[in-house]
């Protein structure tokens, strides 16, 4: 009988890959998705699959001792990135940096319905026509193009008024002109369940409560990129505040950050990462906005309760000398501001908790910003990131791809710290290492450029096999660093065609838990890499050549 079962499985799973249905079969074995193996039966299974992947490794790496110093601006893609999701024709338009809460898709689209009814109106100032357009953009990525790079909209709407000091501290000649358009909080979502015990035991939802929950193991705690997230920076400083009162910046605060961070969660980098993890049980509690979660069904089961500063969505205009441009801004808060708008404000989620008092940290602009660096120098605590880039050179990828991943790599860079591990590798029909993992010093530093910028596309797409070969670098390299946080880049264009398919990998990269992001060029679909990289509670990016630049930097930035 057991020899008949045999037989009949195997017959089936042959008919199902030649019907092109069910489980990919190639490579002799199939997993299910759900199964994870144990670290070292992955370790042997990598070490048997190796043996059929032809590698390569460059003897005498590329050392660019030409490299030119990148600065701020070379590592942020054009603008028009971030799209304008409102444009109109007027005798005056205003251009409108709106934070991504309110200028995105529906429901989160309140001021891109208040521009449309705004500009139907063809109100005047002047006699001159007035209209606004609005660009979707977050409110860190509009601090890092106005210090940085040479854009500056006219109008500055964003989640806090922290962003604002940041400007005004670094010399931006900004002013407000309203304090709030649309209430909103930031805050902490936590399980029901969990909620109830923390509450139990903790009495009073605090955020220094949380973190000694969190330090105590009572709850897994997770917070977004403060660098671009308006809830991760307000969160991250009212962290500072709760570990030293009197002075948010100080050597005790920063330390007490390097403690908690050895033992926290990896910051995501988007929120949609939170939910997932959540929505997986993977963590228990997360910030988020107040006007997002009222709009997230799937966290009915959660409790929200605001913390830190407000949301409230201030607006800013900067130095013009033009009082007509000024009238019209007036004229569009105003009218943001009016019952109909505001009518529309609620059914969105926003204007609730408006008794909230903020919890201010007590920090000027240039305390935000040093409060972002204190971040940066913690948020590995204290650990050092062993990172391998595997870049995808198949023939797809010749031209004005791989060009533009070299740009992009190379400027993005600048955001991987010294102390970090770095190696590099490329493929297309066979896999090249192109650079061993070794401390990103001013020399490796320089060995990675040369061995980028010497990437050309050509051949087949053996993602799998680079991957492999990718873990089982990170693998020899923990021997050397064991105390090393692992990261696997993928970077590519186009589905796997040649050697181990995503099924015969899988188990390994889930057995090893080493987080896979791929970054995915021109891609429609995208779901086996997410996928990969949901694996280790990574994330998938999604660019065109347009704004890898933006997406790698980021990315680094919370990773690096």
């Not at 030119?68 to 601006?73: I, L, P, R």
Request: net charge negative; with cysteine; proline share 4%.
């Amino acid at each position: 009988m057991k020899r008949f079962i045999n037989l009949f499985l195997t017959i089936s799973i042959l008919l199902l890959s030649l019907t092109g249905c069910g489980l990919e079969v190639s490579n002799d074995v199939v997993y299910s998705q759900d199964e994870r193996m144990s670290e070292s039966d992955a370790l042997k299974e990598l070490s048997s699959l190796l043996t059929k992947v032809d590698v390569t490794t460059v003897s005498n790496p590329t050392l660019d001792i030409y490299s030119d110093e990148v600065s701020a601006a070379d590592t942020l893609a054009d603008i028009s990135t971030y799209p304008l999701v409102v444009e109109t024709r007027a005798d005056i338009v205003i251009e409108i940096a709106a934070a991504t809460e309110m200028s995105s898709s529906s429901p989160d689209d309140w001021i891109v319905v208040v521009a449309n009814n705004f500009n139907k109106q063809k109100f005047k100032v002047n006699g001159k026509t007035i209209g606004v357009n609005i660009r979707k953009i977050t409110s860190g990525e509009v601090v890092t193009y106005v210090l940085n790079g040479d854009y500056k909209p006219n109008v500055f709407i964003p989640s806090n008024e922290a962003w604002g000091l940041m400007l005004e501290s670094s010399g931006i000649d900004i002013t407000k002109i309203e304090d709030r358009i649309a209430g909103n909080t930031a805050g902490i979502l936590m399980a029901k369940d969990t909620y109830n015990s923390f509450i139990d035991k903790y009495k009073d939802a605090t955020v220094a409560n949380v973190l000694t929950a969190a330090n105590n193991g009572d709850l897994l705690f997770a917070y977004t990129n403060p660098f671009t997230s308006s809830t991760g920076l307000n969160v991250l400083t009212a962290m500072l505040k709760s570990f030293d009162e009197n002075d948010p910046l100080s050597s005790k605060a920063s330390q007490a950050l390097l403690d908690y961070q050895k033992n926290s969660p990896p910051v995501a980098y988007t929120t949609a990462v939170l939910v997932n993890q959540a929505s997986k049980g993977i963590i228990d509690c997360m910030v988020m906005e107040e006007q997002a979660y009222i709009n997230k069904p799937e966290l009915k089961d959660y409790v929200y309760f605001p913390v830190g500063i407000r949301h409230d969505h201030p607006v800013y205009t900067f130095g013009w000398n033009d009082s007509d441009m000024n009238d019209a801004a007036k004229m569009f808060t105003e009218f943001c501001l009016n019952d109909d708008s505001q009518r529309l404000a609620s059914e969105r989620g926003f204007n609730l908790h408006d008794d909230y008092k903020a919890q201010d940290p007590g920090l000027t602009g240039i305390g935000y910003i040093s409060a972002q660096s204190l971040w940066k120098q913690n948020k590995n605590g204290g650990k050092p990131i062993i990172a391998v880039f595997i870049c995808d050179c198949s023939g797809s990828m010749k031209g004005e791809p791989i060009n533009t991943l070299k740009t992009s790599l190379i400027n993005s860079s600048t955001y991987i710290g010294q102390d970090n591990y770095i190696g590099l590798i490329s493929y297309s029909d066979d896999v090249t290492i192109n650079l061993p993992i070794k401390q990103f010093d001013a020399k490796q530093r320089a060995y990675f450029s040369g061995e980028v910028k010497s990437l050309i596309g050509s051949g087949g797409t053996a993602t799998y096999d680079a991957l492999l070969v990718g873990v089982n670098l990170i693998e020899e390299a923990m021997k050397e660093v064991p105390d090393a946080t692992p990261i696997i880049f993928l970077l590519t264009d186009g589905d796997r065609n040649q050697g181990y398919n995503y099924n015969r990998i899988e188990p390994i990269i889930g057995g090893l838990r080493i987080p896979v992001f791929p970054i995915a060029y021109n891609y429609s679909s995208t779901k086996e890499l997410d996928n990969l990289a949901t694996l280790n509670e990574a994330t998938t990016i999604k660019a065109d050549t347009d704004d890898i630049v933006n997406q790698l930097r980021n990315l680094f930035n919370v990773q690096m």
